[in-house]
């Protein structure tokens, strides 16, 4: 599941995917990074992104990673200046989005394994002659 960090006068919301396995499922199985409505309508969406990452009721992008040997999908934001509570002013602005992301995170992993499989089943159909 995601969690959120504070630090100082910034947020980071971190994903519980890899940047590689969001980047691998993006380009695979994008429907799987998306909540719909029972008229098949997108409602929100997680996506890695350039530029600023974002955190709304409509989705997030994560635009950064985290540091260590499994790199996990981030985005940090800013906290303004004379925010009383920061712990409120984060739980404001990613309410909406937080259970979302939660759900996509929890189903992702049997997406991941399928394209891997997907991916090997190509890789072994493939012959090299030199």
Partial sequence: MANIKIFANKYMVESSISVDDLKKVQAYRPDALKCFDEDGNETFKVAATTGCG???????????QTNGDVTFAAMTADIPEG?????????????????KLS???QGIEGVI??????????????????
């Fill in 54 to 64: 974002s955190i709304n009721a409509y989705g997030v992008g994560f635009n950064t």
């Fill in 113 to 130: 394994t399928d394209v891997d499989a997907e991916t090997e089943a190509v890789k072994a159909s493939i012959e090299v002659i030199a």
């Fill in 103 to 105: 759900q996509i995170e």
């Fill in 83 to 99: 925010v009383k509570d920061p712990v409120d002013y984060v739980a404001e602005k990613v309410r909406l989005a937080f259970p």
